[in-house]
């Protein structure tokens, strides 16, 4: 038996604010892909169990305090501690769809208003990373947003920082390539849909694209 060229796998990152519809989006997504002959792996940051997820975990708990600056660079770290896996995933044939990355890391960050954590220092310790091939931003309207119910336990879950976040997302997406705004207010169907069909066309590019890129 001669060897097969593996074709490399994809990097989709689905982003979002919270009740977005992102965890269904991602299973639909993950079942259609692999209904297409793609192996597929779900993966979601923060990654909480990892000891920096751990540690990130009890500070979105509320049970513990870290200064903004630093807890920023342990979700980045987060990522950061699993990239050499993607890679490899990446060029092992396998797809990997990713549930928050890079653009929640900055955004969420920055949204705090701390006077040196700007958009602009918060996106320099994502510089490197595995570049996602597409990301699909979920966008929902803050009415919306408030029509799927009350807000969680979690820190970030309330209206100030939901507010600031939607308004800095947007200006991130602005200034990215590789992005795709899906109107997230329809139903599931519809927008699992519109999905298929920007990956499809991003699936279809990839033996073009070439290897995967790092995010600049
Ligand atoms: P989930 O609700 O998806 O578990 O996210 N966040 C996420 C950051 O502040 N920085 C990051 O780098 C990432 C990936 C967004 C928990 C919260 O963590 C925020 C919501
Ligand atoms: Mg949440």
Redesign the pocket.
Known sequence: AGHELTRRGALLVVEGL?RAGKSSQCEKLGDYLSQQGHTVKYIRFPDRTTPIGKLIDSYLRGSTNQEDHSIHLLFSANRWEIAKSIQEDISNGITIIVDRYSYSGAVYSAAKANPTLSLEWAWQPEIGLPRPDLCLFLSISAEEAAKRGGY?A?RY?NETMQTRVRELFRSLFNRQEDVAIINAGKSLKEVSKDIQVAVSKCVERLNVIGPLRVLG
Request: glycine letters at 24%.
């Open positions: 919270d969680g979690e879950e």
